[in-house]
């Protein structure tokens, strides 16, 4: 099968991605509809927080065979769960945190969508493609920073609010986000080149 084109395999992927894009909009409805009536109809919600931490003591893990190394154990990822009154306030500040990662999901399928659509078309090197990659990549690094900021404030507040005893929160970043932002950036230049080297191309012709 061709990889560009009409009735190839960029075809087929346009076409999920394009499903995908419609899939998305129907789910984020449904979710805060949902979310909305049973947090009024509950006067409450569960909010589930995931949290990476430390501990002072670690479980040693030792072998049954000689011949087999120890170990040690050490969880650092968990899910904290809270029970949030549902207030305008705390269903407000739940919503903008679930439409900014939406929308931001949503901004990435919209550029991959545009940009397989051209490689059905057999345009691989356009503007638009250098445009949507770099747009891409800019959301995966803007992601990975706010991602990085709201572990800060989230951390701060359970920390003040919460008795944890031994266990010591930590604050993780998300490496793999930005590192993926970053070589798109570099990718998004090598097909501006490819644009650059086209339109010589075609003046050349």
């Not at 909010?47 to 120890?70: A, E, M, R």
């Not at 170990?71 to 650092?76: E, K």
């Amino acid at each position: 099968m061709k990889t560009l084109g009409n009735k190839s395999l960029s075809t087929i992927i346009a076409a999920i991605i394009n499903v995908v894009w419609w899939v998305e909009w129907v789910v984020c409805g449904a979710i805060i509809t949902i979310g909305i009536i049973t947090a009024i109809v509950k006067q409450g919600f569960t909010l589930n927080i995931p949290v990476t931490f430390s501990t002072i003591k670690l479980l040693d893990v030792s072998p049954v065979n000689k011949d087999f190394p120890g170990g040690i154990l050490n969880s650092t990822n968990g899910n904290l769960f809270i029970q949030i009154h549902a207030t305008w306030q705390n269903i407000a500040m739940l919503l903008v945190a679930f439409v900014s990662i939406s929308a931001m999901i949503m901004i990435i399928t919209y550029q991959l969508k545009v940009i397989f659509s051209n490689f059905k078309q057999n345009l691989p090197f356009n503007e638009l493609n250098f445009s949507r990659i770099r747009n891409i990549a800019m959301v995966l690094i803007v992601y990975s920073v706010l991602q990085w900021v709201t572990v800060i404030i989230v951390n701060q507040m359970l920390i003040s609010n919460l008795n944890w005893g031994q266990v010591r929160l930590t604050y993780g970043f998300n490496v793999g986000c930005l590192f993926t932002g970053l070589i798109l950036l570099i990718v998004a230049e090598i097909f501006k080149l490819g644009v650059l080297l086209e339109e010589e191309k075609s003046l050349t012709i």
